[in-house]
């Protein structure tokens, strides 16, 4: 079990539409080697992380992008606030996620399907795709938290 504290993250779900209609979300792309049962899990989620002491998260929504893709986000719309207790990597979790729709500034997040963002605190890189939202609402990929996908349109 983790330290048994409860983690309050600041996320962004950008949309796009293509011109065929097609919705997608930016996310990233994550993986859990130790799931706890079965297969290594491969599942998606949306860029951002962790709220300071005394920041709001809408202000953490807006520092993360800067730091983990290097842009500026504005038209930040709140979507929900969702809580899950989980497992990654063999640990407990608990976060609570505060999910906001925000607008990239910077068109390249739009003109490409994916790209490399990089997160600083874990020295990691981040797989940034766009993915249709059916691809998700099918069962064909995974994505957490799964109840803002329903809130978005």
């Known amino acids: 079990m983790s330290d048994r504290s409860i983690r309050v993250v600041a996320l962004g779900i950008p949309r796009r539409e293509r011109a065929d209609g097609t919705r997608e979300i930016l996310v990233s792309e994550c993986h859990d080697p130790d799931p706890g049962v079965g297969e290594p899990e491969?599942?998606?989620?949306?860029?951002?992380?962790?709220?300071?002491?005394?920041?709001?998260?809408?202000?953490?929504?807006v520092r993360e992008f800067a730091e983990e893709i290097s842009v500026t986000v504005s038209g930040v719309e709140r979507v929900g606030t969702y809580e899950d207790v989980f497992t990654h990597e063999g640990a407990t979790h608990h976060e609570v996620w505060r999910v906001y729709e925000p607008t990239v500034e910077e068109d390249w997040v739009y003109e490409r399907d994916r790209f490399v963002g990089y997160e600083p605190d874990l020295d990691e890189r981040i797989d940034c795709r766009w993915i249709p939202t059916s691809t998700f609402t099918g069962g064909e990929k995974t994505f957490y938290p799964e109840d803002a996908l329903a809130d978005l349109w």
Request: net charge negative.
């Open 42 to 61: 491969t599942f998606y989620r949306p860029l951002g992380g962790g709220v300071a002491f005394g920041e709001q998260s809408e202000d953490a929504l």
